[in-house]
């Protein structure tokens, strides 16, 4: 296969939702049609643990290093696809924003009956942000849930997207008949006896008498046919263009569960869904089809729970060129010459050693402490991808030593760790008493925190819960500035030394903003 071809066959995305919306069992059949497992159970969720960090802990050191939460790959067709897998149940965090900055594109999915829900609304924001596209899969369609006319309205309300609906259910719940493609004008019948048993049937348009022979219930068929013609003349036209920027949703109704509707989304958003995307460098767009140099960038960095094994793991994103184990690139942030050597690619189920790996691709190199999420690896180059973005905690506290004299290895393991992208720690600006603060996107990372400074770093901590649940870095010419620095109390510097301010909910911030209309706040480091 030429170059060109890897490039062209690949596609990289992240499924973004809500917890037991379904993503498990969405991955789990998407991994089945491309055969990569051979049977259902095999992809484990990680909501069975407790919230406990001591059972967390337990799972990372059994598992040595976290497989589900790193990239899943398997074939379909002619197609080479890496699903980025986001965490998104308890252990919710930094990682799972950052991720998203590795993926192409997204698929959101939403249980029909509760909507868009709390956390697809963070992780939307974030494709969003980075005008990806993003497919939507309406789930559970075998259980009664909210008229799908409603839920396309909650899209635009709560999320600004636009939708395009690929397919449209016929009943819902006990009523649930099938899904008709809108595109190639085939309707796909449920069978709640046998959901496995997918009948496909080629129909001329709607209007098709075929239709009303194969769903025998009048009433039924009418509503089907009513909404269908409301979203023909009331509807947003479908436009590619659209869909490719992120401001167009194509949806998919089915049932995960049955695995029904999931090929035929699979197949359009295989031919929709964007290859491996330039990106944005301090030369210029790197291109994947017009440089054949390597190149990557780190996204995540998660340490070996074992501390036998104190190695890391840095998984970085293949931007351009083909990746041959062995080869030697440039570290640009160090300035150094790096050898490639025992790299990973994380399968389905297990760890393999690769050879070659193309852009689009996500490999797992160890890491002995030299690389930092952001870090950028080329070959025969010096440049360097745009910065990855720090995202707001959502829970913050005073970090301090309980023995004074443990200082050094205590602001060794907290350095460590905010290069692993766990925490995010802060400083207070122009107070007396200068404090540290930690902000983390989930709770449990505070946990976290405290065990491995605790166990690999031989130090106790004391953290106090600090009421903010908002950070917005802050920018704005430099009189406005001055003026919001003198007055404003909850100040803090990244680790960057940008000026940070923090929050407790968001009327506080949007009071703020009304009072500084110079100040802009932005919700991540990215906008800066
Ligand atoms: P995750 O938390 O998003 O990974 O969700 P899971 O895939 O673990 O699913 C959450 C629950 O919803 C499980 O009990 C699944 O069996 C169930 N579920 C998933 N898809 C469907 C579906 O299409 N229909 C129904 N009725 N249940 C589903």
């Not at 950070?471 to 510097?493: C, H, P, S």
């Amino acid at each position: 296969m030429s170059y060109i071809d890897a490039v062209q066959s690949r596609r990289t995305f992240a499924i973004i939702s809500h917890p037991d919306a379904g993503k498990t069992t969405l991955t789990e059949k998407l991994l089945l049609f491309g055969g990569a497992i051979r049977e259902a159970g095999t992809v484990k969720g990680k909501k069975n643990t407790k919230h406990a960090v001591s059972d967390w802990m337990e799972i990372e050191k059994q598992r040595g290093i976290s497989v589900t939460s790193s990239v899943l790959e398997f074939k379909y067709n002619s197609y080479h696809i890496n699903i980025l897998d986001t965490p998104g149940h308890e252990d919710f965090s930094e990682d799972t924003y950052r991720t998203l900055t590795a993926a192409d594109s997204a698929t959101m999915l939403i249980d029909t009956a509760k909507g868009v829900e709390a956390q697809t609304k963070k992780l939307f924001k974030v494709c969003k942000m980075r005008g990806i596209p993003i497919f939507t899969f309406m789930n559970k369609l075998d259980r009664q849930g909210r008229d799908p006319f409603e839920l396309m309205e909650e899209l635009e309300e709560l999320l600004g997207i636009r939708s395009y609906p690929m397919g449209w259910p016929i009943g819902m719940g006990q009523s649930f008949s099938g899904v008709y493609d809108r595109i190639n004008q085939k309707l796909e019948l449920y069978n709640p006896d046998n959901p496995k048993d997918i009948d496909i049937i080629q129909l001329s348009g709607p209007d098709d008498p075929k239709l009303d022979e194969a769903i025998n219930d009048e009433g039924l068929v009418s509503q089907f046919r009513e909404e269908l013609e409301l979203l023909d003349v009331a509807g947003d036209p479908y436009d590619l263009n659209l869909i490719k920027s992120g401001e167009l949703t194509p949806i998919f109704f089915g049932s995960a569960i049955s695995s029904f509707g999931v090929q035929t989304f699979l197949e359009h958003f295989l031919s929709l869904s964007p290859s491996p995307s330039p990106r944005k460098s301090s030369t210029g767009e790197i291109d994947p089809l017009t440089n054949e140099d390597f190149s990557g960038f780190i996204f995540k960095i998660q340490a070996n729970m074992n501390p036998a094994h104190r190695d890391r793991v840095a998984f970085l994103r293949i931007t351009s060129g083909t990746f041959e184990r062995g080869m030697a690139v440039n570290h640009v942030r160090l300035g150094k010459q790096m050898k490639l050597t025992q790299p990973t690619q994380f399968l389905a189920q297990s760890r393999n050693i690769i050879d070659k790996a193309y852009p689009g691709d996500i490999i797992g190199l160890f890491d002995p402490g030299t690389l930092r999420i952001g870090d950028t690896l080329v070959q025969n180059n010096t440049f360097e991808f745009a910065e990855m973005p720090h995202f707001s905690p959502e829970y913050f506290s005073t970090i301090t030593v309980k023995e004074a004299l443990k200082h050094k290895s205590f602001e060794k393991g907290i350095h460590q760790l905010t290069e692993e992208g766990a925490i995010q720690l802060f400083k207070t600006y122009n107070r007396f008493a200068e404090q540290q603060i930690v902000g983390v996107v989930g709770v449990l990372q505070f946990e976290v925190l405290e065990y491995r400074l605790k166990h690999e770093y031989k130090v106790d901590i004391q953290l106090e819960r600090l009421p903010f649940t908002l950070a917005r870095w802050v920018t704005g010419d430099e009189d406005a500035l001055t003026v919001f620095k003198k007055t404003q109390r909850n100040l803090v510097t990244d680790r960057d030394q940008r000026i940070v301010a923090l929050f407790e909910n968001d009327f506080q911030m949007r009071t703020a903003a009304d009072k500084y209309p110079d100040i802009t706040f932005h919700e991540n480091s990215y906008t800066q």
